[in-house]
């Protein structure tokens, strides 16, 4: 059972266009909502990270919004770069620590 | 810094041998964990410890045995490898602390590729 729903599973974007990324959870007592990027071969790494008390966080061309009553959060990729081809994971936990990840949305930046 | 070394990289598996993937930090964090990534499932956690001698089970342990003597050192070992076990396994540690120290993201191996036949 997933308890971080993730979509899409896919996406691929123009140089320069904006990647949107969503994912929605159910168990209210998360309050930590990182999210990771993994490069093909290489283990994922923290790209940005929110907690409920915030709506935004912008760091960068990367920005995460947040809906605390939707349960819902999602990604923001502006002015996408073909360096930002990667696998998005967003993830949530309770506490910092046991991470539930979302299955993952593969990005492809054309040039 | 090293960061989190995970040995081997690839590892190929005859059904119902064992092994053993190292894992190894060089941060002194606490906290240290065991993930597998399946296609299109994301990231699972296995185990996980929050310090030397204490380990407890993540969200799929079965077939799966861990121990933390060292801050350092979390091996996850499997005793009888099924085809269910293939995946790429992650360990990753962080450093789980008290006020402005409490927010600190986990670090992430390489990897170890392991098929199961």
């Known amino acids: 059972q997933q308890q971080v729903k993730q979509s899409p599973q896919s996406l691929i974007v123009q140089k320069g266009g904006i990647s949107i990324i969503n994912c929605a959870y159910e168990n209210t007592a998360f309050d930590y909502f990182p999210w990771y990027q993994q490069f093909p071969g290489k283990g994922p790494a923290l790209l940005i990270a929110?907690?409920?008390?915030?709506s935004e966080k912008k760091e960068g061309r990367f920005t995460i919004s947040f809906n605390k009553s939707a349960k819902q959060f999602s990604l923001h990729i502006m002015d996408s770069q073909p360096g930002d081809s990667a696998t998005y994971f967003c993830?949530?936990?309770?506490?910092?620590?046991?991470?539930?990840f979302g299955a993952g949305t593969t990005v492809t930046v054309r040039a | 810094n090293a960061g989190v070394t995970q040995t081997p990289k690839f590892r190929i598996l005859k059904i119902g041998q064992s092994m053993t993937l190292q894992c190894t930090q060089d941060?002194?964090?606490?906290?240290m964990y065991w993930y597998r990534q399946d296609p299109g499932m994301g990231l699972k956690l296995i185990y996980y410890s929050v310090g030397a001698g204490i380990t407890d089970k993540g969200e799929v342990p079965n077939g799966y045995n861990v121990s933390r003597s060292t801050t350092e050192d979390f091996p996850l070992r499997l005793e009888l490898a099924a085809p269910s076990q293939t995946s790429v396994y992650f360990c990753?540690?962080?450093?789980f602390g008290q006020g402005a120290l409490r927010i600190q993201p986990q670090h992430f191996g390489d990897g170890t590729r392991l098929s199961i036949l």
């Open positions: 993830a949530a936990s309770r506490g910092d620590y046991k991470l539930s």
């Open positions: 929110i907690r409920p008390d915030v």
């Open positions: 941060m002194n964090h606490n906290y």
């Open positions: 990753a540690s962080s450093y």
